[in-house]
């Protein structure tokens, strides 16, 4: 019998430093903390940040600061004192190497040493035969050396036949067909460890009995069940929570809702407002309760009551909890959250940076600064104005949805400082054939509502990404609805 259920919990959250704070992170450090507060059991940080291409400066202190604000205190991990912590990846790679070293000799894993063009190729010939995408088992069998001089990776060496089971404890058994796994890279060839083999070393070292995560990693458990099997050790229980949806049932995404955490503190949610309204998503008081406290939740907690359907992230759910909650809210504590959480003296000092050669009068602060304030601005009044030389309305929208998608794409850009974000814009103007004067003044309308104001791309750094790109989608809308009323 499993030793597991006989101990305390010790549960984990793992985010990567790739970007802003994702709600999805709130979503799942919520249930992990709520978990092992239940039963006493230890609640973990680690910040997998091997993946050094996409890290972004400033992401972890970020993630910090958003599991502060809505009081997810974590046992161990960044910033705790003691023996255990810090948990960074990065700072592990001697341990998952000889790690590497255990699979490779017991023949677990093997060196694949294919190139890139090589596994394009592959890819294509697949695509075009209409087959399973995936590793060939090229070097399955060749014995690569690691000295050789080549490039290589290290691959998990799924077994050719049979089936894993995951015993998911929200879903019960699922079975996976080892034709359907690929043999998975566990270290690339930079040295660094991939997620699943990091994933789960750690899990094992720092002594984690039940992890509980995202359904999107449920395809993935069956080579971690492999890799546990492969180093003769017992695995946690998994379970696997619903994917945040939107309200059309679609995958929350930056593309349709803004997704940082971040925003929604910027925006004045109150964070015990936010954690109530998430925890309803996949967690049932029972009697149709849907407001209850963090602590409320902890000493109700029971796996019975978790649903692991995809529950939908509705933001006018969200709006009319905050509404309550800041009616109940006394004068004195309203304006104190006023003063620490929309005054913030840090934002604030952005703002009169911007405003300082721009105002004539003390008075003249407040509406030349407003549209930093809120979420959507009105475009009605300067639609009728706005001017583009040779280009149409329905372009002008087109060419903003492209601007939203391609951000992501471009590093300097997705840390949204003003020198990255100008840089894009310039390079993106140039590769689509957009005259600067015009995109600018599109991006600029679109972020503030507004043809004048502070410099443009101080003042996207200072709205920050999630306004900014929220403020554009509904821009874009508003452009072509323009467009069709002035037909």
């Keep these: ?125 697949q695509m075009k035969d209409k087959v399973r995408l995936g590793y060939d088992g090229h070097c399955r069998d060749l014995q690569r050396a690691r000295d050789s001089g080549e490039p290589y990776v290290v ?40 997620y699943h083999l990091a994933n789960v070393v750690d899990d094992h070292l720092m002594g984690v009995t039940h992890v509980i995560r995202g359904e999107e990693w449920l395809t993935s458990t069956p080579k971690h069940v492999l890799l546990y099997q492969a180093f003769g050790w017992e695995p946690p229980q998994w379970h696997h929570l619903g994917l945040l949806r939107n309200v059309d049932k679609s995958k929350l995404s930056k593309r349709k809702n803004p997704v940082s955490i971040t925003h929604y503190r910027e925006q004045g949610y109150l964070p015990q407002t936010f954690l109530n309204f998430l925890a309803t998503l996949g967690f049932s008081m029972g009697e149709d309760r849907e407001r209850f406290s963090l602590q409320e939740m902890i000493d109700a907690f029971e796996w019975s009551k978790v649903s692991p359907g995809g529950p939908v992230f509705d933001v006018r759910k969200l709006e009319a909890f905050n509404a309550d909650d800041i009616r109940a809210l006394s004068e004195a ?76 794409k471009d590093p300097q850009a997705r840390a949204f400082g003003p020198e990255g974000l100008e840089a894009f814009a310039r390079a993106f103007g140039e590769r689509h054939e957009w005259k600067p004067r015009n995109l600018f003044t599109l991006l600029r309308v679109g972020a503030t509502g507004r043809s004048a104001a502070p410099p443009l791309f101080d003042t996207l750094a200072l709205l920050g990404k999630d306004r900014v790109r929220m403020r554009l989608r509904e821009f874009a809308a508003a452009l072509l609805a323009h467009a069709e009323v002035s037909k």
């Design 333 to 408: 504590q309203l304006h104190e959250r006023i003063v620490a959480d929309v005054l913030d003296p840090e934002r604030i000092r952005g703002m009169i940076r911007l405003a300082h050669e721009r105002i004539v009068r003390l008075d003249d602060f407040i509406p030349y600064v407003s549209f930093f304030f809120g979420g959507s601005v009105d475009y009605a009044p300067v639609l009728p104005k706005l001017k583009l030389k040779k280009r149409t309305f329905a372009e002008a929208a087109k060419i903003i949805k492209v601007f939203i998608e391609e951000i992501e």
């Design 1 to 125: 019998m499993s030793t597991l259920g006989r101990m305390p919990p010790v549960v984990r959250i793992a985010p990567s430093p790739t970007g802003d704070p994702h709600v999805g992170t709130a979503y799942i450090a919520l249930f992990n903390y709520a978990f092992a507060r239940r039963h006493g059991g230890r609640f973990v940080l680690r910040i997998e940040d091997t993946d050094q291409e996409r890290a972004t400066p400033g992401s972890e202190e970020a993630i910090l600061a958003s599991l502060r604000w809505l009081g997810l205190g974590w046992d161990e991990g960044p910033d705790v004192g003691g023996a255990h912590g810090p948990y960074r990846q990065s700072e592990r790679l001697e341990i998952y190497r000889e790690h590497i070293d255990m699979l490779l000799a017991s023949g677990h894993a093997y060196v694949c040493t294919c190139t890139r063009e090589r596994l394009d190729a592959l890819r294509q010939q």
């Design 155 to 194: 691959r998990l060496r799924v077994p050719a036949e049979g089936k894993t089971v995951v015993h998911d404890q929200l879903r019960g058994p699922v079975e996976f067909d080892h034709a359907q796994i690929d043999d998975q890279v566990l270290l690339k060839s930079d040295g660094f460890p991939t």
